[in-house]
């Protein structure tokens, strides 16, 4: 081809004759001449990714509004509720009003006579169980034989009304016998005469733990041997709903053919159309679950739920549709919220200002369910060992039942809390060492592309820029310790998975996570079908954009098909901040078969060789040549002659990670982001009401996609975490009564209490993400409660162990601090900071790691790295190989047992297949 | 077998047409609306009050139709979210929504809609403490309220520049374009 430029080849477009001429062409020269391709550079991204290629500039990266927004701003967008069908018939739910009791009989004789009552159905209806994880399927469609908590289902009915419904509820009679209920977490770990459910030979000996996990990973030994200063603390965290504010709804029909349509909104259709088939015993396919517009999920729509198995048991029953619409209060009871936790929190620090350990305790309620809770009591631990380098890790960590609303994942799955925990520790470390906090972090991060003391694979790192920018936008080096009274600035980091590395229901098989078909007609729009539940978090957008992208195509030649199984390949929904990851890779597969089969068709119309052939905006040309081309659709015919629509499928599968110790696929992820916020609050010295004035929010989501949903996914979750911190919190009262199941006393702040936020967007390009992308919907809440409660004590001196942190408890404990003191609350300083040596130190090592990193961060091949290196030992190879005093260890030794910590005395029981007695 | 409640006749102008029928006595606007009168739009989020999803504009006022009689409406112009747009002319602030990130999962869009709808009815260059006072009823889980106060500021300049939102019925992008030249 270049020995001969001057040679013009192939179809060329004579200007007036065809429609194009050279793109920017003009003057008295319209038609071009072949160009040196040598010296036409690839588009390349920082550092060089491998979807480079098929960047074609046209959709990703831009601020992009939602696809379906229009939809929801004329109220068009059908919800749950919105959901009419001819016939339809309301359901409604009979809830127990114990907390915990044995059914000793339902009469529904009164319900059923009611005039406009339809049906009426009992466990006795539907015995299946169910659950979102395989291993713990502890739930029914309603109870079969006790009640759990209350406002746990016993009965519904299907009438022609709502109030003939609520007036059947009423008249359904149970007889209860009350069984002694658990409220407090830590009766859970205790043995009990009747343990709120029975796991067979699993059961762990006869108490109401449902899951422990015990790992040593590092020098425990030497953790506090090494250690100059510790940070200790026992934490208490209240529980917090999701607030979302679509109530949950559901509409079943089984339509003349026999099969059942669910309309949901659900975030995972996927998980409720195997649970709807075990439950209703019929095989998948005789199920369509339709997903509607969902009104917020944040993981408090991603379980299967009862009342969705109810609505098919009614359906099935009337041989109508059922609706089932739930009041706010019984969104409350069906919670799946945030676990209340008591977290111990230990952090060690040696003389250098290396974090040489970090000790885990953490108990969690998880109510009367096991929902997600399996995972949720690793991630408590497992999800803070990194970014720092760390020396030891020892973890403890139950789960117990209790007679409560089931609790599950919240935006921040397992890591929110202890997150809160570690970061806060970080900033009492830098305060006994007289560092700065931000350059103690600095100095002990983990470099791009290096493994964890257990073994997680970090791909790209953007934690390092997050400190920095976030340092410098605040004006953190005149703030910290130098504001007024009452005034005071405090740092978090956030760490946490893109995408949950092991599915939940496919080993041994090798399905993929995440499916994308893609069908083009001669129209020339592109039909998108994906089973990714768009929740308002834009994945539709996000996966036009992605295809937009590799296809050269404007967004409005995408349309979305996400919303039926029946349609749409199966997909594993839309949690652990999968779906961009994810479901972008497998839409780019996808588009990349297509544009391959664009391409050979533009090759043989044009006579060009198919390499010099790029794609540009609904335009295939030479790259050296852009006059030698055809449009899109003129490649789309060709390409579909004797064959019609091109169809093409792409899927995303984790490749294999993590080592092999049990629980070791508990937090594995193809990816990870990061993220630093500086909040600056307000504290009133004398009525403990905390303001937060303005928050500095850098995250790393590798590369924004869609940068508008991204600033939204970080000041979204600022004003979730905000809530947490300051006002939310799930009450039970003296008798265990959950008291404020409504929206008035369940505070969720309203825009007067949000602060501005300032997003910043890090973008440290991913190898393997789409486009370089990683997650952007949930790490961004784990920082902003640390940020809050360093800077409170920045602010009063005060260090929170208690969330959320409501002006009472402010006050009671600057009260406390005066009477410690023996000063008034207006004599109270603020915390100072005089460097010690050791800042210097720590900042010649931030500069060497920043360095170490920036090098890592752009090698196509770089070295293994260990956590461990920091310590001295060979980053190549895992520092448990090379020095004995390395433990890995995952069950407690007896010297643990003889004075376990608190939720680590779940191990004094034993399972009981191993106890003799089963 | 429950009491039979009075039935009283209703009517309205809902969104510019006049909606007759018979409700229960003690029936909530929110109800008539969603079940009589065709706005499956406006949105029931916690049935308290509390939330601001069900908020309407009874004759351009912004109320909680969850806390509102229907018979206290009846008579009067309501206007929900399905009245805001011209034919598929949308409002400004609808426009605006979408291109600023203002709606997520967009539950509560309706509800903000309608009351900023009042708001630049009323004042159309409100500076932030006077939307921020305008939205305070409305809760948001998905924004955190920046990119709705963001739009809020935009639509106030698409009113002040006098330009209305284009037909969403115009051809999109062409698949064979011609790129100009000659």
Known sequence: ?918 | MLPAPDEVPWSALVNGNEVSVRIESNAILLDVLRDKAGSLGTKRGCDMGTCGCCSVLIDGVPRLSCLTLAQEASGCGITTIEGLADGHHLHPIQKTFTECGGSQCGFCSPGFLVVISALLEENPTPNDTEIKDAIEGNLCRCTGYQQIVDSVRVASEILASGDGVEDSTTAKSDPHPSYGGN
């Open chain 1, 1 to 918: 081809m270049s020995e001969d430029k001057d040679r013009v080849e192939g179809y060329r477009q004579q200007s007036g004759k065809l429609p194009f001429s050279r793109p920017g062409s003009g003057g008295s020269r319209k038609m071009s001449e072949p160009r040196d391709e040598d010296k036409i550079a690839n588009i390349r991204g920082n550092g060089g990714h491998k979807h480079d290629d098929v960047v074609t500039g046209s959709a990703v990266g831009r601020p992009t509004a939602l696809i379906d927004g229009r939809w929801k701003v004329t109220g068009q967008a059908q919800y749950g509720d919105d959901v009419r069908l001819p016939g339809e018939l309301v359901g409604r739910i009979v809830r127990s009003k114990h907390h915990y009791a044995r059914v000793l009989s339902i009469d529904v004789s009164a319900a059923t006579e009611l005039p406009g009552v339809v049906a009426v159905a009992t466990g006795q209806d539907a015995s299946g169980r169910f659950g979102v994880l395989p291993v713990t399927k502890d739930e029914h469609a309603m109870a079969q034989e006790k009640v759990r908590h209350v406002g746990d289902l016993i009965a519904c009915v299907a009438a022609t009304d709502e109030a003939t419904a609520r007036e059947a509820v009423r008249l359904v009679e149970v007889e209860y016998e009350e069984l002694e209920a658990v409220h407090d977490m830590r009766q859970g770990l205790e043995n009990s005469e009747e343990p709120i459910h029975d796991r067979g030979k699993y059961h762990i000996g006869a108490s109401n733990v449902q899951k422990r996990v015990f790992q040593e990973f590092g020098d425990i030994e030497g953790m506090s041997a090494n250690a100059v200063v510790s940070h200790n603390s026992n934490w208490l965290f209240a529980g917090a709903n999701h607030g979302f504010t679509e109530p949950h709804a559901v509409v079943a029909n089984w339509d003349p053919s026999g099969r059942l349509t669910l309309y949901t909104p659900q975030q995972v259709p996927h998980y409720v159309h195997r649970a709807l088939a075990d439950v209703l015993d019929i095989p998948m396919h005789q199920i369509n679950v339709h997903r509607t517009f969902v009104g917020g999920g944040f993981g408090g729509k991603s379980d299967p739920f009862p009342h969705e198995m109810c609505a098919a048991i009614l359906s099935r029953k009337t041989g109508r549709p059922v609706r089932i619409n739930f009041d706010r209060e019984e969104v409350f009871w069906v919670n799946r919220g945030r676990h209340p936790s008591r977290i111990g929190m230990n952090l060690h620090a040696d003389s250098k200002g290396r974090l040489c350990g970090i000790e885990t305790d953490a108990l969690i309620d998880g109510g009367a369910f096991a929902s997600f809770g399996h995972v949720t009591t690793y991630y408590n631990g497992v999800l803070h060992t990194a970014p720092y380098e760390i020396g030891a890790f020892h973890y403890t960590g139950a789960r117990v039942w209790t007679n409560k609303p089931a609790s599950g994942a919240m935006r921040g799955h397992g890591a929110v809390n202890s997150r809160c925990a570690v970061e806060v520790g970080m900033d009492d470390l830098a305060e006994q060492l007289n560092v700065d906090p931000i350059t103690l972090r600095l100095a002990n991060l983990l470099p791009p592309h290096s493994a964890t003391i257990t073994g997680f694979r970090v791909t790209s790192i953007g934690m390092r820029e997050c400190l920095e920018r976030v340092r410098q936008a605040s004006g953190w080096d005149d703030k910290f310790r130098k504001l007024p009274d009452g005034h005071g600035i405090g740092i978090g980091c956030g760490f946490f998975i893109s995408g949950s590395g092991l599915p939940i229901h496919w080993e041994p098989n090798k399905f993929p996570h995440a499916t994308v078909h893609l069908k083009i007609d001669m129209d020339g729009g592109v039909t998108v079908h994906t089973g990714a539940a768009e929740i308002g978090q834009g994945s539709d957008t996000v996966i036009a954009q992605s295809v937009a992208e590799v296809l050269g195509l404007p967004l409005d030649m995408i349309r979305i098909r996400s919303r039926e199984t029946d349609t749409s390949p199966v997909d594993l929904g839309s949690y652990s901040s999968r779906v961009t990851f994810m479901n972008a890779n497998a839409a780019i597969s996808a588009a990349m078969e297509i544009r391959q089969e664009l391409l050979e068709a533009a090759a043989a119309a044009t006579d060009a060789p198919i390499e010099r052939l790029v794609i540009g905006d609904r335009r295939i040309y030479r790259k050296d040549d852009p006059a030698v081309g055809v449009s899109y659709l003129e490649a789309l015919h060709k390409a579909q002659e004797d064959k019609g629509a091109l169809v093409s499928s792409g899927a995303y599968r984790t490749p294999p990670m993590g080592r092999v110790h049990k629980g070791a696929g508990a937090g594995i992820a193809p990816a990870y982001s990061f993220s630093a916020y500086v909040a600056e609050v307000k504290v009133d010295i004398e009525t403990g009401q905390t303001k937060v004035l303005k928050v500095w929010a850098a995250h790393d989501c590798g590369k924004a996609l869609n940068p508008l949903s991204v600033k939204g996914q970080i000041i979204g979750s600022c004003h979730m975490g905000l809530g947490q911190v300051l006002s939310e919190e799930m009450k039970y009262g003296r008798n265990g009564h959950l008291i404020n199941p409504d929206l008035l006393d369940y505070k969720i702040p309203t825009i007067h209490e949000m602060p501005e936020i300032v997003p910043i967007i890090v973008e440290s390009n991913d190898s393997e993400g789409p486009f370089g992308a990683k997650e952007a919907g949930e790490g961004p809440l784990l920082p902003i409660l640390p940020a809050v409660c360093n800077a409170v004590y920045d602010a009063v001196g005060i260090r929170t162990s208690e969330l959320p942190i409501t002006p009472d408890r402010v006050h009671r404990m600057i009260e406390a601090r005066c009477k410690h003191e023996g000063v008034t609350p207006l004599d109270l300083s603020s915390p100072e900071l005089h460097h010690s040596e050791l800042q210097e130190v720590l900042e010649a090592r931030a500069s060497e790691h920043a360095s170490r990193d920036a090098m890592r961060a752009t090698d196509p091949d770089p070295s293994d790295y260990n956590n461990g290196a920091l310590f001295g030992f060979d980053p190549e190879i895992p520092a448990d190989e090379q020095d004995e005093r390395w433990v890995v260890s995952v069950t407690p030794s007896s010297d643990y047992m003889e004075s376990p910590r608190l939720a680590g005395s779940a191990w004094k029981h034993t399972e009981r297949r191993h106890g003799g007695d089963s």
